[in-house]
């Protein structure tokens, strides 16, 4: 279950790459899958086109991983940010944060209910590591709060535009490089004409 959980996540992740797309990792306790608990708040961004990752959808192939992650830089390894962890729940979505930190498509969506005392150490780390790395990251920490049905459609759809922004940025950032290609290319034709 947990190998194909994975490889349906790195074909979403493979795909976002190819169509320089953002995908939304949520980040929660796994009682936070189930609709009732997440008030469809995953629903709402997958009918905007974002698709969604769970943490356990994340590829664990160390060789995949490695992309994203420097020389020495152990993927699996959290305590360069939380030397002193406790919780394997709170462990995983540090550990989920630091991958998004690295991964140029993949936006962060950390969802808690009555802001979880359990979580609650997580949440400077994670704020840390997303401000650090510029990652799109919101944090709904207060799903259960007296109802939160107007409040939360508010963020879902603001937090959707600061994607749209974010998706805008990297299809220009793939433009760039194309005509950069296109450039060089034309250069080389040019100055290979030159010698022959």
């Known amino acids: 279950f947990e190998l194909a959980v994975q490889e349906k996540g790195r074909k979403l992740l493979d795909e976002v790459e190819q169509h320089d797309d953002i995908a939304i990792l949520m980040i929660g306790r796994p009682y936070h899958s189930d609709p009732g608990l997440n008030h469809g708040i995953p629903e709402e961004f997958q009918v905007m086109g974002y698709p969604v990752l769970s943490i356990r959808s994340i590829p664990r192939d160390p060789k995949w991983l490695k992309r994203f992650f420097g020389p020495g830089d152990d993927p699996n390894d959290v305590r360069d940010v939380w030397p002193e962890n406790y919780s394997t729940n709170s462990v995983q979505k540090v550990w989920a944060a630091r991958f998004a930190s690295r991964h140029p498509n993949v936006a962060l969506l950390d969802l808690s209910s009555f802001k979880c005392g359990h979580d609650a150490p997580t949440y400077g780390i994670i704020d840390k590591i997303t401000s650090s790395a510029k990652v799109p990251f919101s944090a709904l920490h207060d799903i259960d709060a007296n109802k939160p049905g107007g409040s939360i459609q508010i963020r879902v759809k603001t937090y959707a535009h600061r994607l749209k922004l974010v998706e805008e940025e990297l299809q220009d950032q793939a433009a760039a ?11 080389r034709a040019e100055l290979e004409a030159q010698f022959r």
């Open 177 to 187: 490089r194309a005509q950069l290609a296109k450039k060089i290319a034309e250069k």
